[in-house]
């Protein structure tokens, strides 16, 4: 009598791969996300020095822009050095990047009412408040990887 003959294991392809990557668990080292994290923090810097037509103080431009692109480096940093372990202090970062993006919205809702009236360069203002909108959906992004970590927390 014949054995039947067994399948050989299937490879994925390339393409399955990268969705197994991007989906993996919270384990897995987050390239993608650390690398994001300093584009972003570099790219909320940039209204400080290329004001896009939108003149203000540069106390304020320090606030709005600097101090929170600060943050989002310094935790991006932080969290390539310790290879972002633990879980829980990479929750913590996921939520003050949030925080952080959350004070540029609160702080550009002015300027982006006055683009939207003419008040203000249009062009200027969207790119003032498109790097606030970037740090928020990074500490959203962020804290979502690592929603695991707060939820052992509440058991």
Known sequence: ?????????????????????????????????LAAGLVIGLYAMLPAIFTGGIHLRRSVEIVDHVVPAVVV??????AIVKGAKPESLM?????VILLAGFWMIA???????QGLNGQASRAGAAFHCSTAIAVA???????????????????
Request: aromatic share 8%.
């Open 1 to 33: 009598m014949a054995t039947p003959k067994k399948a050989a294991p299937s490879r994925p392809s390339p393409a399955a791969k990268g969705r197994v990557a991007a989906a993996g668990p919270a384990g897995t080292f987050p390239s993608v996300l």
């Open 73 to 78: 480096l310094f935790l991006t940093v932080v």
């Open 91 to 95: 929750l913590a970062s996921g939520v």
């Open 107 to 113: 702080t550009h809702l002015g300027l982006a009412r």
């Open 137 to 155: 959906a990074l500490g959203v992004a962020w804290a979502w990887r690592y929603r695991e970590a707060g939820e052992g927390a509440t058991s």
